[in-house]
Each structure stands twice: as structure tokens, then as C-alpha cells.
């Protein structure tokens, strides 16, 4: 599972919101599907320099994870150990490229659970429940220290 870190939520919200506002959204390109628009957050590489490391090597991004070996030297496995050191897994990118993900699946209503892993709008509600289960997950685990304030006269 992603790391529960504000930087990893946040970069999942501003994805949603990139991808909300483009036109350019393509499943079948590398940088402009649902692993694409995520990668381009993270690394900050631009569209075209993710599908051009891709296609240094066979499959789309579900592939790609499966084959990744972080001391391979190719440039998109050097993009995928760039995303897993910000706080992601193989697992999280497999499903994010699907919408899969069981535990973020059950948090959508019941009559949204139907995703579609190519439609634009079925994977920023994904990426939006996603950034939020995170988001429920990170608040539960602020403590705050006990304040042991004088009390105040009626």
C-alpha cells in the first residue's frame, strides 16, 4: 500500500485535478493514462519523455511493473523506482492502470463501483477516493500531545 504521507495524498489530488482539466487523456499512451498522468506528477517528466522511456521495452504499465528490475539501467524502470521511492508499490501503479484496488473500490458508493479503467472520469474518482481513504488513514494517525492548560474562571 502507498505510503500514508501528505505528499502522496497530495499528489494524488493534483493528479485528479490535472487530469479533470486535460483534454489529452489516452488510455493506450504511456504518459497520458491513468499510470501516466500519475508518473507525470511525481517525476515531473513531461508526457512524451514517459511514453518515450516505455517504449524502450514491451507492455503497457501493468507489464512494464511486472518486468521492473530497479538495477536494470533502463529509463523506465529507473521512472518506476522513482515512483515507488515517493511512496508507492508496484501494486498501488498495477492498480491505479486498472482501478482494482479492493479497499478503494468499497470506499465509492454502490452505484459507482463500476469503474471503467479508460474513462477519464472513472479514474479521477478513483484517484479522489484514493486520496482520501489516505487522507482518513493519516488523521487517524495524528496525536496530539495532552495539553494540560489552567482552567479558565467562570
Known amino acids: ?8 495524498i497530495e499528489a494524488l489530488r493534483k493528479t485528479a485535478t490535472l487530469l479533470k482539466e486535460s483534454t ?3 488510455w493506450g499512451h504511456m504518459g497520458l493514462c491513468n499510470c501516466g498522468f500519475l508518473a507525470q506528477q511525481v517525476t515531473r517528466l513531461r508526457k512524451d519523455e514517459i511514453h518515450t522511456r ?7 504499465w501493468s507489464e512494464q511493473l511486472n518486468d521492473y528490475c530497479p538495477a536494470s539501467g533502463l529509463p523506465m524502470d529507473d521512472l518506476i523506482s522513482e515512483m515507488l521511492a515517493f511512496g508507492f508499490d508496484i501494486d498501488d ?51 496530539l500531545p495532552y495539553l494540560d492548560l489552567p482552567a479558565v474562571p467562570a
Open 1 to 8: 500500500m502507498a505510503a500514508i504521507t501528505p505528499d502522496v
Open 24 to 26: 489529452a487523456y489516452q
Open 54 to 60: 516505455a517504449m524502450q521495452r514491451h507492455g503497457d
Open 93 to 143: 501503479l498495477k492498480h491505479l492502470e486498472r482501478l482494482s484496488d479492493p479497499q478503494v473500490r468499497r470506499r465509492l458508493p454502490e452505484n459507482r463501483r463500476n469503474l471503467q479503467y479508460n474513462v477519464k472520469e472513472d479514474v479521477v474518482t478513483y484517484l479522489e477516493t484514493w486520496a482520501g481513504q489516505l487522507e482518513e488513514e493519516l488523521i487517524t494517525r495524528v496525536r
